[in-house]
């Protein structure tokens, strides 16, 4: 218990601003200063790189406007079904080739070519399977998930420690009691990592598709502003997907508590 206690109160008593939260906060001073110094220099077009005053303008017209939160809401409701979809199917592909040899000498190297491969390619065929509404969306961003989740749940089966397995095989329990009280449990952090990865690539392959042909999402409004030359709602758009990137990543690394593992 005296352990207990002088470990709370070391961390209690770790300071918040450390060198780390001070550098941080220079790269961001830096970067937002270049880019100011860059809008005034008459280096670049007109409104090609706008005044940070111009930006934080047009982020509030943005967000002051309820068409943008609709568009929003459905790249997150494509990107959350993609996701769910592409999680569960990378999630069991993963346990199953992490847990048999012969299928992953056989399977896995199918992943790790198709892997890296832009997942765009795959779009026009989305679009004659799926039609060019949300369905195709939705099948971009399962594809893309499902690959870096598939890998890290394969690589984190074969991390497992023998001796749970043989306990797990001792008292005779079915597969399903294997993945749910031995394997997913003990490889609780690849899994963690993959669904990081796999939100970044879906959040990609989503917003990619939008752009391409959608007339409503996140992403057709940032071809619509485009095409405008409106470069500062551009810019907002882009900080505002920013923002809910780092947040959802936030989320997803404190669910898993890879937090704490990297304050040890």
């Keep these: 218990m005296a352990e207990i206690g002088r470990l709370i109160r070391t961390r209690e008593a770790r300071p918040r601003l450390t060198a780390v939260t001070l550098l941080r906060a220079v790269i961001v001073l830096s970067v937002l200063l270049t880019w100011q110094l860059l809008s005034v220099s008459g ?3 007109r409104d090609v790189i706008p005044s940070l005053t111009v930006i934080t303008s047009a982020l509030v017209k943005l ?6 939160y609709w568009n929003l809401w459905v790249t997150i409701d494509e990107i959350g079904v993609g996701l769910a979809i592409g999680g569960v199917c990378g999630l069991l592909a993963g346990l199953i080739i992490g847990g048999n040899k012969f299928i992953a000498k056989a399977f896995e190297p199918y992943l790790y070519y198709l892997g890296p491969t832009p997942k765009i390619i795959f779009f026009p065929v989305m679009i004659m399977w799926f039609g060019v ?3 195709s969306k939705v099948a971009m961003g399962a594809v893309s998930c499902f690959f870096p989740i598939a890998l890290n749940v394969a690589a ?8 749970l397995i043989k306990v797990g095989e001792s008292f005779r329990a079915n ?3 294997m ?6 449990p003990a490889m609780r952090h690849p899994v963690i990592n993959g669904l990081r990865l796999g939100f970044g690539v879906a959040l990609i392959g989503t917003l990619l598709a939008e752009t391409k042909i959608s007339n409503r999402g996140v992403g057709f409004l940032v071809i619509q502003a485009y095409n405008a ?3 500062p709602r551009l810019y907002a758009i882009l ?6 990137a780092i947040g959802a990543n936030t989320l997803v690394t404190r669910f898993g508590g890879l937090d704490e593992i990297k304050q040890r």
């Design 156 to 163: 984190g089966m074969r991390q497992i420690d023998q001796v």
């Design 179 to 184: 993945a749910t009280k031995i394997y997913l």
């Design 43 to 45: 280096l670049f077009y």
């Design 63 to 68: 967000l002051s406007t309820g068409d943008f």
């Design 133 to 135: 509404g949300s369905g």
């Design 229 to 231: 030359f409106d470069m």
């Design 239 to 244: 900080i505002v997907l920013f923002v809910l």
């Design 175 to 177: 597969p399903w009691q």
